[in-house]
């Protein structure tokens, strides 16, 4: 399906666009374009959300581009190209649909209601009342509050490290963050603002105890002061002292006893959030349901080591000449996620658990992915802490356009629909079939990547021809697709089949 919503307008064409906050260029603009707001769209993969409003006319046509010299890297950014780009290139030969409201992101959590799949995950984004405030403010359906706990939490300086792409993007993202700072008594006071302030937006109250008593406690204390479910951080990579966080996830018989504690101390859905740091994620799942759990939350972050230092011998961060294992995040983590969720949500032993998915979701096409796995809701914490809580335009506008393109009703009709084309083994794949590579030679510079790749990395089926174009040899190529995840201007695409191959 996804393969059907071509990108016109990639990432790599904003140069040096830093997506800016109270951004000149919007300041400067005379028409009340919003290139900053366009621009941010364009980077979120709503490039037809940012083209919509040029429908009936487009009022960069004759300006004089006082965006581009406001800009904080002035000259650097094409914003007036890529205003045009919006209006010639997304809209032509479409038909953008009009999106007059948002019905159809309406869905739930264990019945109870959601304006849309998107909530803050438990983390340092939903850690204050101000703080959820504002993304309640910007549409964010609810939030994940910070994990409560009823021991004392110091943390340590500094306690965030990333690996970056060639560009400078954060692709992941490591914490060695632990739990909420704040008193229980003054997590029950958030609590009580927040959903008298705010009665329509979910409060998902994650919890962690250190004994059966606490998991009581905790899950009956958060509905009381207005929690509309809780979740259960079986999974925290950050607590694993004293059997918290994720050595509880890693152990079947304490997720089904401190599960059925919190499930019998409160009258809320419960979710019991699942750790990856395992080979497989069902025997927590089915110990979290025989512990009476609504849904499952998934998933937490990994452990990891990033930046490892050469003169120092530290990993990053560093703290005082040492570091720790921590929860790895971020887009680079999307695949995992999706895995562990695929597998929850293939297993007929699980199909009336809500699934509530997370772990790289940044874009609307992100969260779809999640969807069409079989979450019902979605939950973000790194994109977050990267560009802000206005990232959620997008993610509703894109997410809302696609479904009414695609004729959906509501976003749960899309609930699912891609998971049992997802097998466990290579073995039930079709193998007769080779599609071979078709090369745009519009798009090709001659790089000689694909070449490159093709010889070293293949089955040396593509050659260079004295013009610097790739020349396909097909009775050497076997379809692998190297040469076209390496092009670096999407100048190759899947063509031509040959079947039943010797």
Same mark, same amino acid.
């Given at each position: 399906?996804?393969?059907?919503?071509?990108?016109?307008?990639? %990432?790599?064409?904003?140069?040096?666009?830093?997506?800016?906050?109270?951004?000149?260029?919007?300041?400067?603009?005379?028409?009340?374009?919003?290139?900053?707001?366009?621009?941010?769209? +364009?980077?979120?993969?709503?490039?037809? /959300?940012?083209?919509?409003?040029?429908?009936?006319?487009?009022?960069?046509?004759?300006?004089?581009?006082?965006?581009?010299?406001?800009?904080? %890297?002035?000259?650097?950014?094409?914003?007036?190209?890529?205003?045009?780009?919006?209006?010639?290139?997304?809209?032509?030969?479409?038909?953008?649909?009009?999106?007059?409201?948002?019905? %159809?992101?309406?869905?739930?959590?264990?019945?109870?209601?959601? *304006?849309?799949?998107?909530?803050?995950?438990?983390?340092?984004?939903?850690?204050?009342?101000?703080?959820?405030?504002?993304?309640?403010?910007?549409?964010?359906?609810?939030?994940?509050?910070?994990?409560?706990?009823?021991?004392?939490?110091?943390?340590?300086?500094?306690?965030?490290?990333?690996?970056?792409?060639?560009?400078?993007?954060?692709?992941?993202?490591?914490?060695?963050?632990?739990?909420? #700072?704040?008193?229980?008594?003054?997590?029950?006071?958030?609590?009580?603002?927040?959903?008298?302030?705010?009665?329509?937006?979910?409060?998902?109250?994650?919890?962690?105890?250190?004994?059966?008593?606490?998991?009581?406690?905790?899950?009956?204390?958060?509905?009381?002061?207005?929690?509309?479910?809780? *979740?259960?951080?079986?999974?925290?990579?950050?607590?694993? *002292?004293?059997?918290?966080?994720?050595? +509880?996830?890693?152990?079947?018989?304490?997720?089904?006893?401190?599960?059925?504690?919190?499930?019998? @101390?409160?009258?809320?859905?419960?979710?019991?959030?699942?750790?990856?740091?395992?080979? &497989?994620?069902?025997?927590?799942?089915?110990?979290?349901?025989?512990?009476?759990?609504?849904?499952?939350?998934?998933?937490?972050?990994?452990?990891?080591?990033?930046?490892?230092?050469?003169?120092?011998?530290? @990993?990053?961060?560093?703290?005082?000449?040492?570091?720790?294992?921590? /929860?790895?995040?971020?887009?680079?983590?999307?695949? +995992?996620?999706?895995?562990?969720?695929?597998?929850?949500? &293939?297993?007929?032993?699980?199909?009336?658990?809500?699934?509530?998915?997370?772990?790289?979701? *940044?874009?609307?096409?992100?969260?779809?992915?999640?969807?069409?796995?079989?979450?019902?809701?979605?939950?973000?914490?790194?994109?977050?802490?990267?560009?802000?809580?206005?990232?959620?335009?997008?993610?509703?506008?894109?997410?809302?356009?696609?479904?009414?393109?695609?004729?959906?009703? @509501?976003?749960?009709?899309?609930?699912?629909?891609?998971?049992?084309?997802?097998?466990?083994?290579?073995?039930?794949?079709?193998?007769?079939?080779?599609?071979?590579?078709?090369?745009?030679? #519009?798009?090709?510079? /001659?790089?000689?990547?694909?070449?490159?790749?093709?010889?070293?990395?293949?089955?040396?089926?593509?050659?260079?021809?004295?013009?610097?174009?790739?020349?396909?040899?097909?009775?050497?190529?076997?379809?692998?697709?190297?040469?076209?995840?390496?092009?670096?201007?999407?100048?190759?695409?899947?063509?031509?089949?040959?079947?039943?191959?010797?």
């Amino acid at each position: 399906m996804l393969n059907e919503f071509k990108t016109y307008i990639r %990432r790599s064409d904003m140069i040096n666009c830093v997506l800016c906050g109270d951004a000149p260029c919007t300041q400067a603009c005379p028409n009340a374009v919003d290139p900053a707001g366009k621009l941010r769209s +364009i980077w979120f993969g709503n490039e037809k /959300g940012a083209a919509a409003p040029f429908v009936n006319a487009f009022p960069c046509v004759d300006c004089y581009a006082p965006c581009e010299g406001a800009c904080i %890297r002035s000259g650097q950014v094409p914003v007036h190209k890529l205003m045009s780009r919006l209006h010639d290139e997304v809209l032509y030969g479409t038909d953008p649909v009009n999106i007059t409201d948002e019905e %159809r992101l309406k869905t739930d959590i264990c019945g109870v209601p959601l *304006e849309n799949p998107y909530l803050l995950s438990s983390s340092v984004v939903a850690s204050t009342y101000d703080m959820c405030a504002r993304a309640f403010d910007a549409g964010w359906a609810g939030a994940a509050f910070k994990t409560i706990c009823n021991f004392p939490i110091h943390e340590a300086s500094p306690r965030y490290a990333v690996i970056k792409d060639t560009a400078g993007t954060i692709m992941g993202f490591k914490n060695i963050e632990q739990l909420s #700072d704040h008193s229980v008594a003054e997590n029950m006071e958030i609590f009580k603002q927040l959903k008298k302030n705010y009665p329509t937006k979910f409060i998902l109250a994650s919890i962690m105890g250190q004994n059966e008593e606490e998991w009581g406690l905790l899950a009956r204390m958060c509905e009381e002061n207005g929690a509309d479910a809780i *979740e259960l951080n079986f999974s925290c990579p950050n607590m694993a *002292e004293g059997g918290l966080g994720s050595d +509880i996830g890693q152990i079947p018989e304490l997720v089904e006893l401190f599960t059925s504690i919190a499930k019998n @101390s409160c009258n809320i859905p419960v979710l019991a959030k699942l750790t990856p740091n395992v080979a &497989s994620m069902i025997p927590a799942a089915a110990a979290a349901k025989r512990g009476g759990a609504d849904g499952i939350a998934a998933i937490n972050t990994i452990k990891s080591i990033i930046g490892v230092n050469p003169h120092t011998y530290v @990993s990053a961060p560093a703290v005082h000449g040492m570091s720790a294992v921590g /929860g790895y995040s971020g887009n680079a983590v999307k695949p +995992i996620a999706l895995r562990f969720l695929s597998e929850i949500a &293939s297993d007929p032993d699980f199909q009336e658990l809500h699934l509530s998915g997370m772990g790289g979701i *940044e874009t609307w096409q992100d969260a779809l992915e999640f969807i069409l796995l079989g979450c019902t809701s979605l939950q973000v914490t790194t994109a977050v802490m990267q560009y802000g809580y206005r990232i959620i335009d997008d993610l509703k506008d894109g997410l809302n356009r696609y479904l009414a393109e695609k004729g959906f009703a @509501s976003v749960k009709e899309a609930v699912g629909l891609a998971v049992w084309n997802v097998s466990a083994s290579t073995d039930v794949l079709e193998r007769d079939t080779v599609l071979f590579p078709k090369f745009d030679f #519009d798009k090709c510079i /001659g790089c000689g990547r694909c070449a490159i790749s093709c010889s070293d990395g293949g089955h040396q089926a593509i050659r260079m021809t004295k013009d610097r174009k790739p020349n396909l040899n097909g009775s050497k190529c076997v379809g692998c697709h190297l040469c076209l995840q390496v092009c670096p201007m999407n100048a190759i695409s899947s063509a031509r089949k040959r079947i039943n191959r010797a």
